[in-house]
C-alpha cells in the first residue's frame, strides 16, 4: 500500500492516534483489535523509510507522532517539507 500514499495526504498517523486510543476502552474486544491494529500498522510502517529513500537500517519514528520512521535527520526533514507536517497528529 505504500505506493498508493501521496505526501501531505497519508491517513496512518491519525488512523494509529485513533486506534491507540481504543486500546484504553473498556470493551476487551475493542481493546484487542485496537491492539492488533496498532501492532500491524506499526510492523508494516517500520520496513522502510517514510521518505522512500529506499534505506531500511536502523528506522526512528517521527518523535511527534510515531507513525512514520525515517532512516536519518536528512530524509524526515524533507519529509516533513513534502508534507508530513500536514498529516503528523501528537502521540498521546
Known amino acids: 500500500y505504500r505506493n498508493l500514499l501521496v505526501t501531505g495526504h497519508n491517513c496512518t498517523p491519525r488512523v494509529l492516534l485513533y486506534a491507540r486510543k ?3 476502552v473498556s470493551d476487551p474486544n475493542v481493546r ?3 491492539s492488533e491494529l496498532v501492532e500491524n500498522i506499526v510492523m508494516g510502517e517500520q520496513q522502510s523509510c517514510a521518505n522512500n529513500c529506499g534505506r531500511a537500517e536502523q528506522l526512528k519514528a517521527c518523535v511527534r507522532c510515531k507513525a512514520v520512521w525515517y532512516c536519518g535527520k536528512d530524509c524526515q526533514v524533507e519529509h516533513w517539507k513534502a508534507g508530513h507536517k500536514i498529516d503528523c497528529v501528537k502521540h498521546v
Do not use: T, V
Request: proline residues 0%; charged residues 35%.
Open 32 to 34: 484487542a483489535a485496537a
Open 22 to 24: 481504543g486500546r484504553e
